[in-house]
């Protein structure tokens, strides 16, 4: 299926919106959901740290890795990852303004951690680097954005050298009908459609050449982060109200959509 939208309407999309999102998503600049457990309790940042740790373990990535963060945003889990497993990253995304902000903040980092990041702005669709270049591809809610979801997967494939290992998660569609609430405030508002189901992701996987390793539904935790979020949405009267109070109803429209089954979140491992 074609999408409506187009990578420069993403790309729009987060160049405008990165200062409202760390107002109050994460003041570092990372923008992905969270898994809760026991040991993140309700806090929203604790439970995306701990989709990280999960994403390393399944993944397999320690300090051999050669990893490429699809859809890198800010940097922070680039640099997280960098600094925590002692492994060389290469962040890629599609928002010019977010690939400075991650530059600058590796011009501050010490010489030994910069030696091991680098940041450009690239589409998924078109990487611009040679095949089998990486061990490993890691994305966190990007490819949901991509026009053309096939071609990244493709190129995500070739990217990675045999025996690679993709670790990603991505939204998901349970099923194709979608109330108008769920359209206006998750797929529209995201400027996204996905033509993929938990089960279909996995075989569109297959079909690219991937064997899965391991995938995981995560949609309660969707709408657990959703909610969370909706918590943490400032209720001040100042500059950006109306966007906040627009943001509120729109995640807890996007908790009640995966209660609906219009929207769901799923993790993917598999390896070339």
Excluded at 35 to 64: P, W, Y
């Amino acid at each position: 299926m074609s999408s409506q939208f187009t990578e420069q309407d993403t790309e729009s999309y987060y160049d405008s919106e990165d200062a409202i999102y760390r107002s109050f998503w994460d003041e570092d600049g990372s923008v992905h959901w969270g898994v809760f457990n026991e040991k993140t309790g309700q806090d929203f940042l604790k439970a995306c740290a701990n989709l990280n740790d999960i994403m390393v373990e399944k993944g397999r990535i320690n300090s051999s890795a050669r990893v490429l963060d699809l859809g890198c945003g800010n940097g922070t889990t680039a640099i997280w990852l960098s600094t925590s497993q002692d492994c060389h990253v290469t962040g890629v995304d599609l928002s010019g303004v977010r690939v400075q902000n991650a530059l600058s903040t590796k011009a501050g980092l010490d010489a030994q951690i910069q030696e091991r990041l680098e940041f450009q702005k690239a589409s998924a669709t078109e990487l611009p680097f040679e095949d089998g270049t990486f061990t490993h591809l890691w994305s966190q809610a990007v490819i949901y954005h991509v026009p053309d979801k096939f071609a990244a997967l493709s190129e995500s494939y070739r990217v990675l050298e045999k025996g690679g290992i993709m670790v990603f998660d991505d939204l998901i569609k349970p099923q194709p009908n979608i109330s108008a609430d769920g359209q206006k405030y998750v797929y529209d508002r995201l400027l996204y459609d996905t033509p993929f189901s938990f089960s279909s992701y996995q075989e569109a996987l297959k079909a690219q050449g991937f064997s899965s390793l391991e995938a995981v539904d995560l949609s309660s935790h969707l709408k657990n982060s959703y909610l969370r979020l909706a918590d943490r949405t400032p209720k001040s009267a100042g500059e950006h109200a109306e966007h906040y109070e627009m943001l509120n109803k729109a995640y807890r429209e996007t908790a009640r959509a995966v209660d609906n089954q219009e929207v769901g979140w799923g993790l993917f491992i598999c390896q070339k």
